[in-house]
């Protein structure tokens, strides 16, 4: 099923909603950034928590943007 999500998304079947692409880009963005709330050479392993955080939140979008899909699917 994701394979078909994934699929949508290329082709334009489903639109991805804006705070989606927003959430997106700022935790690729956080990720990649030298600038950490937490960082990672000063509390270890603790440093991670906050990429985590930005990861899982950008996680449930996903699912959330899924499961429109899904729903959308399902309508029609």
């Given at each position: 099923?994701?394979?078909?999500?994934?699929?949508?998304?290329?082709?334009?079947?489903?639109?991805?909603?804006?705070?989606?692409?927003?959430?997106?880009?700022?935790?690729?963005?956080?990720?990649?950034?030298?600038?950490?709330?937490?960082?990672?050479?000063?509390?270890?392993?603790?440093?991670f928590a906050d990429?985590?955080?930005?990861?899982?939140?950008?996680?449930?979008?996903v699912l959330r943007?899924?499961?429109r899909w899904q729903?959308?699917?399902?309508?029609?």
């Open positions: 099923m994701w394979w078909r999500f994934l699929k949508a998304l290329k082709s334009g079947e489903h639109h991805v909603a804006t705070s989606t692409w927003v959430a997106a880009t700022a935790a690729v963005v956080y990720a990649v950034s030298p600038i950490d709330l937490i960082p990672e050479l000063v509390l270890g392993p603790l440093g990429d985590l955080g930005v990861w899982s939140i950008l996680g449930v979008l943007e899924h499961h729903t959308r699917l399902r309508a029609a």
